[in-house]
């Protein structure tokens, strides 16, 4: 499975990850963790779990978009991290798929 890291930053308030993966049954996931002491009290609980989840039709359109080759997973996932990793990753991907017609599910918890 391919998978890549977009962002990690880690302090004695706040550790946070984003990550982007292929699932099982080809769909680009992107998984966002936050967690700690800054987490809880801009969200009053100590975590905070955020997911886009893209169906592989969807990934097509994506893979055009970045110029890749559909079957080039790794190249999908370091062209999405060359443009969208840090710690606005979340948002900036979400705005750049509804600004492409790109369709994805939302998960988020916390």
């Known amino acids: 499975m391919h998978h890549i ?4 930053y880690e ?8 990550n982007l993966y ?4 080809d769909q680009l996931i992107f998984d966002g963790y936050d967690i700690g002491r800054k987490v809880l009290q801009i969200r009053g609980k ?11 039709v ?6 055009e978009l970045f110029q ?3 079957s080039d997973r790794k190249a999908l996932l370091q062209a999405i ?4 990793g840090g710690n606005e990753a979340y948002s900036k991907f979400g705005a750049f798929m509804n600004n492409h017609g790109v369709k994805y599910e ?4 916390g």
Request: charged share 30%; no cysteine.
């Open 81 to 84: 991290k060359d443009k969208f």
């Open 46 to 56: 100590s975590d905070y779990e955020y997911k886009y989840t893209i169906a592989p």
């Open 68 to 70: 890749v080759e559909y």
């Open 22 to 25: 292929f699932n099982e049954q």
């Open 106 to 109: 939302v998960f988020m918890w």
């Open 5 to 8: 890291s977009l962002y990690h």
């Open 11 to 18: 302090d004695k308030d706040i550790k946070i990850s984003m």
């Open 58 to 63: 969807d990934v097509q359109k994506l893979a």
